[in-house]
């Protein structure tokens, strides 16, 4: 699955990483290599962060539904317990 950026959201990526060069490297980078970078790390590594992504959201949808049972789980065949129950008192 190829990881894909709205233009808005890879615009303001792409500007971020120039920013990071300028702050923090000693050497600039333009617009395409910044643009460059962003494609090489959304295709290499952004797989890698989508895929934690859904692990993490599957592992927190089955907590929930092992969770359902005892939410919603109502007591079967109990019509006449509460009979007996009365009964014995």
Known sequence: MTIELTKEDRAQAVASIERYFRE?????????????????????????????????????IQARVSDLDFEVHEEEFSYWRKFDKQRKV
């Open 24 to 60: 923090n490297m000693e050497e600039k980078i333009g617009n395409v290599a910044a643009s460059g970078l962003l494609g090489f790390i959304l295709e290499e590594i952004g797989p890698s962060l989508y895929n934690k992504g859904v692990a993490d959201a599957q592992e927190r």
